[in-house]
C-alpha cells in the first residue's frame, strides 16, 4: 500500500478539475461524530455516530476511509486487478476528510432529538453514507451508521476482550451451489436485529444505563441521555440497507418509519409485506430498479397511504453513497458512481424528501414541511413512481 498522498482535486478528461471532498452539512447545526463499538464479540454492535454538536476551535476531521483495510474490501468487492486498483483507490480515498468534529463536545437539547438507524448496502461501510448522514445531523437527528457483521461489509471488525486483538470478518460472496434468496434472506435478518439491537442500546442510554465503548474514544455516550427522543426513531438505508429498514419495521414496531434509498427488494419474504406496519419513503434512482421490485414497493404502498415511492432522474445506485463526491472520472467509472445529474443536487432532494416525510411520521416540530411537495414526485429532476430503468442487479 503506498503512502497516502493529499488528493484533494481531479483533472477531468476535459482539463477541468473536480473537487473531490464531501459537502458540509446545510442544516443549522455543527456535526460532530465518533465510532462506536460495544461489546467484544461478533454479536456486538459497531457504528459512526453523527450528532448535533458545540463549535470548537481547531476541531480534527476524521479520515473518510477508517483503515486501509476497507480499501482492500472495496477491491475485493469490485472483483477487479488489486495490483493496480488499490494504490488507485489509496491515492484517491487516502486521504479525503469527512467535514465533521471528530469527538466533538455533544450539543445538548432538552426536547431530545429523533434518532435515525442507518443500514449500510451490500459491500459498503459505515464511513460510506457520510454526506447522508451528516447532512440529517445538521438538522438536528441523532444518526447511527452500523457496520453489519453478516459479512455483507467490504470489511469489518471487533475488538476481542483481549487487549489489543481484532477479529477481521470479510466480505463474502454467495457460496457456490447456493441459491441467492436464502443466503441474502439470511443476511438480512441478521441486519434488521442488529438495528434493532442499536435502537435498545440507545434506549438503554436514555435510560441511565452505563454503556462501555470498547474503542475507547474520547466522547461519552452517557452525555446522550437526556437529547435523544427514542420514541422519534427511523430506520434508514441504501440499498440492501434500504430493504433492511422496512424490515426493521417488522421487527420492530418503535421504529415509526423507514426511508429506503433505491431499496434492492429482492431478498425480503413475500410473507413479510403485510407484516409492515409502518410508512416507508421509497427514493429510488433512474438506472437501478426492475419491474419485479417496484411491483413489490407497490405492495407496500397499497396497503399504508403513506407509504410514498418517488424517482430522481439523472441518478444512479451509487449517487446516494459518497462515492459520486468522492471520485474521478476513472474509479467513478469502475463503481459507476455518477450519473448525469449533480451530485449535490440529489444529495439536496434526498435528504429534504427525507426530512419532510420524517418530519410527518416522527411529529416533530420544524418547518420541513416546505419539502412536502416532493413526498408526491413535484419538483425538478424528481418524478413519482418508478420508471424502469435498466438495472445494475
Known amino acids: 500500500m503506498p503512502t497516502l498522498l493529499p ?42 455516530l453523527f450528532y448535533p454538536c458545540l463549535l470548537r476551535a481547531g476541531a480534527q ?66 464511513t460510506l453514507y457520510s454526506s447522508v448522514c451528516l447532512e440529517l445531523a445538521s438538522w438536528g437527528f441523532v444518526v447511527a451508521s452500523l457496520e453489519h457483521r453478516d459479512h455483507s461489509a467490504c470489511a469489518t471488525y471487533f475488538c476481542t476482550a483481549e487487549a489489543g486483538r ?46 462501555p465503548n470498547a474503542l475507547q474514544q474520547d466522547f461519552d455516550l452517557s452525555a446522550l441521555q437526556d437529547s435523544i427522543d427514542v420514541t422519534k426513531a427511523a430506520a434508514v438505508g441504501h440499498s440492501f440497507g434500504g430493504v433492511t429498514a422496512v424490515l426493521a419495521l417488522v421487527k420492530e414496531p418503535s421504529f415509526r418509519c423507514a426511508v429506503a434509498l433505491d431499496a434492492w427488494m429482492f431478498p425480503l419474504e413475500n410473507s413479510l409485506y403485510p407484516e409492515v406496519p409502518r410508512p416507508v419513503l ?3 434512482t433512474e438506472q437501478f ?38 471520485t474521478g472520472r476513472l474509479i467513478s ?25 420524517l418530519q410527518r411520521h416522527l411529529n416533530l416540530e420544524e418547518d420541513f414541511s416546505q419539502w412536502d411537495q416532493l413526498l408526491e414526485g413535484i419538483g425538478e429532476s424528481l418524478v413519482p413512481g418508478a420508471p424502469f430503468g435498466r438495472s445494475h442487479l
Open 7 to 48: 488528493s484533494r482535486l481531479s483533472c477531468d478528461s476535459m482539463g477541468g478539475t473536480q473537487s473531490l471532498a464531501l459537502p458540509p452539512g446545510k442544516g443549522p447545526h455543527h456535526v460532530g461524530c465518533t465510532d462506536v463499538m460495544v461489546g467484544h464479540t461478533q454479536q456486538g454492535l459497531f457504528f459512526r
Open 61 to 126: 476531521q476524521p479520515l473518510w476511509l477508517p483503515r486501509r483495510e476497507y480499501c482492500s474490501g472495496l477491491g475485493n468487492v469490485a472483483q477487479r486487478a488489486q495490483r493496480w486498483l488499490l494504490p488507485l483507490l489509496g491515492l484517491t480515498l487516502g486521504s479525503c476528510r469527512v467535514p465533521v468534529s471528530w469527538n466533538g463536545p455533544f450539543k445538548p437539547c432538552s426536547r431530545g432529538y429523533p434518532l435515525i438507524i442507518f443500514s449500510h448496502g451490500l459491500g459498503a461501510f459505515r
Open 166 to 211: 481484532e477479529e477481521w470478518i470479510p466480505y463474502q460472496q454467495v457460496p457456490r451451489g447456493q441459491k441467492e434468496f436464502y443466503f441474502r434472506k439470511q443476511q438480512i435478518h441478521q441486519r434488521a436485529e442488529e438495528c434493532v439491537r442499536a435502537l435498545r442500546l440507545f434506549q438503554d442510554i436514555s435510560s441511565g444505563k452505563s454503556v
Open 282 to 284: 421509497f427514493i429510488n
Open 289 to 326: 430498479q426492475t419491474p419485479e421490485s417496484v411491483a413489490k414497493m407497490k405492495r407496500l404502498s397499497c396497503r399504508n397511504s403513506q407509504t410514498k415511492i418517488i424517482t430522481i432522474l439523472g441518478s444512479v445506485h451509487q449517487s446516494h453513497t459518497d462515492l459520486t463526491f468522492l
Open 333 to 357: 467509472h469502475i463503481f459507476s458512481a455518477r450519473g448525469t445529474l449533480d451530485p449535490y443536487k440529489c444529495l439536496d432532494i434526498t435528504s429534504r424528501a427525507a426530512l419532510a416525510f
